[in-house]
């Protein structure tokens, strides 16, 4: 019998009411994927010490640089999200898959929202949070999936080849 593979998920798919709104979000494939695979779960916005629920935060552009704020505050986490993930990232060791929550300032992956500097001009919608920019860094090889991915079959396909073709 071969091992299952091992997938880092979103925690708020149902593990834990994370989300700013102080919610989980349903999602019937990762319910399937916990049941056929190794899990690991984990928030990158509680890790920093955003409670639950908490102030939306926002990918900001100032001076061509994207930064995490949160525009109720007037607080920036850009510094914070990028070496608290970095650290995260470095304990997982081998991962044969990532699924991320879209559209997140955190965990999005090309669809999340840039907004021009602290106003509420939006700028663009296929940014990628600061969580699965550093995925995307410290694992280039590892497949990546959303759950708005779900609605292109090939991707979801090429994803389930790759994560179940690794074990």
């Not at 044969?96 to 992956?109: M, R």
Request: charged share 30%; glycine share 6%.
């Amino acid at each position: 019998m071969s091992k299952k593979p091992k997938i880092y998920m979103s925690r708020c798919f149902g593990f834990d009411k994370c989300r700013y709104d102080g919610k989980d979000f349903f999602c019937d494939f990762a319910e399937k994927l916990k049941q056929e695979a190794e899990i690991i779960h984990w928030c990158p916005e509680v890790a920093i010490g955003l409670g639950c629920p908490r102030e939306k935060i926002r990918v900001v552009r100032i001076d061509k640089k994207d930064l995490l704020f949160q525009p109720e505050t007037g607080k920036f986490f850009t510094e914070k999200m990028t070496e608290t993930s970095i650290n995260y990232l470095k304990t997982l060791g081998n991962i044969d898959g990532f699924f991320l929550k879209a559209k997140s300032p955190s965990c999005g992956v090309k669809n999340t929202k840039l907004y021009r500097g602290t106003s509420d001009e939006l700028i663009s919608t296929d940014v990628s949070g600061f969580f699965a920019v550093q995925v995307m860094k410290l694992f280039p090889n590892v497949p990546i999936l959303t759950e708005e991915d779900l609605k292109d079959e090939a991707k979801t396909k090429n994803f389930l080849e790759k994560v179940f073709g690794n074990t």
